[in-house]
């Protein structure tokens, strides 16, 4: 059975009173309303991990990063280490979010090895891919997205794959307010699916969870969690803001 997953991604925001304020609220309210089989997770930046997976210590919200070094230890300053995430119990990181393939020119390559030492040190990859607007409007956002899924996780071997959630963003929809529609977010949940299963087998490929991310909001998290290909959603601005957050949550 696939996991029902909302990820809140908090990108580069918040001072840290205020990150604690947003970290007990969520936590508050999902012990208090329970999170309808979701599980929740929370990415705030590096400097609020340890506060964030003290907070939510057995509370059913569970932690992220954002990112994570490519290299093990040693001589990378300004890094973070995957093994410095699994020290203070982060149990998820984002890889290969667009803003980090845009701004910091991470390629498939790269990312695949961000993949590779998460899993080694036991933090689960959500792994995002999409396309840009010049690429669907060409009719090649099928090509992109396979092209980023093989050449960054399709080289890992069943047992690893099978740890391994997606995050389909198109690069279009995120922070513009212009959100894919339901067909074209189911449509292309189908198409990863199909290509897990070409590349695995079908049981992993409806085990794998495949998020949808992109100027998901109150108002259309329900439409887009509706499609059966659609197994949560990666949040960016409306994670920012208990209300929105929680209502994103309870739109399953
Ligand atoms: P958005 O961001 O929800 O603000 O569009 C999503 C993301 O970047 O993961």
């Not at 609220?25 to 590096?46: L, R």
Request: aromatic share 10%; with cysteine.
């Amino acid at each position: 059975m696939r996991k029902i997953i909302v990820a809140g991604n908090w990108k580069m925001n918040k001072a840290f009173h205020e990150a604690d304020d947003l970290v007990f609220d969520i936590v508050k309210h999902i012990d208090k309303n329970g999170a309808n089989g979701v599980e929740v997770v929370i990415c705030p930046p590096f400097p609020y991990l340890e506060l964030a997976t003290d907070i939510t210590e057995n509370d059913g919200v569970f932690v992220g990063a954002q990112n994570v070094s490519n290299q093990e230890s040693g001589a990378y300053t300004g890094e973070i280490s995957a093994m410095m995430l699994k020290s203070i119990e982060v149990k998820y990181c984002i890889v290969g979010h667009s803003e980090r393939r845009k701004y910091f020119n991470e390629s498939n390559q790269f990312l695949s090895e961000k993949v590779n030492i998460c899993l080694k040190h036991e933090i689960i990859p959500i792994f995002c891919c999409g396309e840009v607007l010049e690429e669907r409007n060409s009719g090649n956002h099928f090509d992109v997205v396979k092209n980023q899924l093989t050449e960054s996780l399709f080289h890992l071997e069943a047992k690893d794959f099978k740890k391994v959630v997606i995050a389909y963003e198109p690069v279009w929809a995120i922070g513009t307010g212009v959100t894919a529609t339901s067909e074209q977010a189911q449509e292309m949940h189908v198409f990863i699916r199909n290509l897990i299963e070409e590349n695995y087998n079908k049981r992993i490929a409806n085990d794998t969870s495949i998020l949808y991310g992109g100027s998901c909001n109150p108002q259309n998290a329900k439409e887009l969690f509706a499609n059966p290909d659609v197994d949560g959603g990666l949040i960016g601005g409306a994670s920012l803001k208990a209300d929105d957050f929680y209502k994103i949550i309870d739109s399953f």
